[in-house]
T-cell receptor, first 115, second 116 residues
C-alpha cells in the first residue's frame, strides 16, 4: 500500500526559530493535507493543497505541494510555545473508485518549543 | 471546535464488556470515517461510510462493528476487545464531491479507550 515518510520524527527548538518538516511518498498524490494534533485532541486541519507546485500560507504556516506530486513540506516561522504538538501530513492518491476519500497519514513530527 | 463531536471522551472496559462509541457531525457532510490511533503509529483507517453506505472496511476484526444510521451519526460497537485494542479512536467527516478530489476530513476529539 501507499506509505508516507515524514521527517523529522521530533524537533526541539527555541521560541522564535523557524521550523521545517516534510513528507515524501513512493507514489503520486493528488491532495496533500497538514494537520496538527494537541494532546488528548483530534487532528485539526492546518493547510490543504490540491495542485502540484501550490504554495499556501496560513498565518505563520506555509506549505507546498511538491512539483513531482510525491512530496510536501510545512514551514512554521517564528515559532511560539503554543506551536507544540504533533504535526501530521496526509495524502490522497485516487480521484475515484473504492479508495475515494482514503487518506494515507505520515507518522507525525513531534514539535517541542522551549520558551 | 471542528463540528465533529465524539462521546465518551474516555472509556475503560473489560474484555467481556460491550460498549459503543458515538460520533456526530454538524457540518452537513456526507462521508464519515473511523480511525484508530496507537502510540508511535500512523493513523489507521478502519471504516468509511459514504451516504450511509459502508464503502471501506480496512480488514478490521469483527469485534469492531460500525453503524451509520444517517449521514450525521456514526457508531462503533465494541465487543470482547483485547488489551491491544487500547488506543485513541477518532471519527472524521468530509463532503465528497463526485468528480473532484477535494474533500478534506475534519476530525473529532477522539475517544481514549483502555481495555483491561
Amino acid at each position: 500500500g501507499q506509505q508516507l515518510n515524514q521527517s523529522p520524527q521530533s524537533m526541539f527548538i527555541q521560541e522564535g526559530e523557524d521550523v521545517s518538516m516534510n513528507c515524501t511518498s513512493s507514489s503520486i498524490f493528488n491532495t496533500w493535507l497538514w494537520y496538527k494534533q494537541d494532546p488528548g485532541e483530534g487532528p485539526v486541519l492546518l493547510i490543504a493543497l490540491y495542485k502540484a507546485g501550490e504554495l499556501t500560507s496560513n498565518g505563520r504556516l506555509t506549505a507546498q505541494f511538491g512539483i513531482t506530486r510525491k512530496d510536501s513540506f510545512l514551514n512554521i516561522s517564528a515559532s511560539i510555545p503554543s506551536d507544540v504538538g504533533i504535526y501530521f501530513c496526509a495524502g490522497r492518491a485516487n480521484a475515484g473508485g473504492t479508495s475515494y476519500g482514503k487518506l494515507t497519514f505520515g507518522q507525525g513530527t513531534i514539535l517541542t518549543v522551549h520558551p | 471546535e471542528t463540528g465533529v463531536t465524539q462521546t465518551p471522551r474516555h472509556l475503560v472496559m473489560g474484555m467481556t464488556n460491550k460498549k459503543s462509541l458515538k460520533c456526530e457531525q454538524h457540518l452537513g457532510h456526507n462521508a464519515m470515517y473511523w480511525y484508530k490511533q496507537s502510540a508511535k503509529k500512523p493513523l489507521e483507517l478502519m471504516f468509511v461510510y459514504n451516504f450511509k453506505e459502508q464503502t471501506e472496511n480496512n480488514s478490521v476484526p469483527s469485534r469492531f462493528s460500525p453503524e451509520c444510521p444517517n449521514s450525521s451519526h456514526l457508531f462503533l460497537h465494541l465487543h470482547t476487545l483485547q488489551p491491544e485494542d487500547s488506543a485513541l479512536y477518532l471519527c472524521a467527516s468530509s463532503q465528497d464531491r463526485s468528480g473532484r478530489s477535494q474533500e478534506t476530513q475534519y476530525f473529532g476529539p477522539g475517544t481514549r479507550l483502555l481495555v483491561l
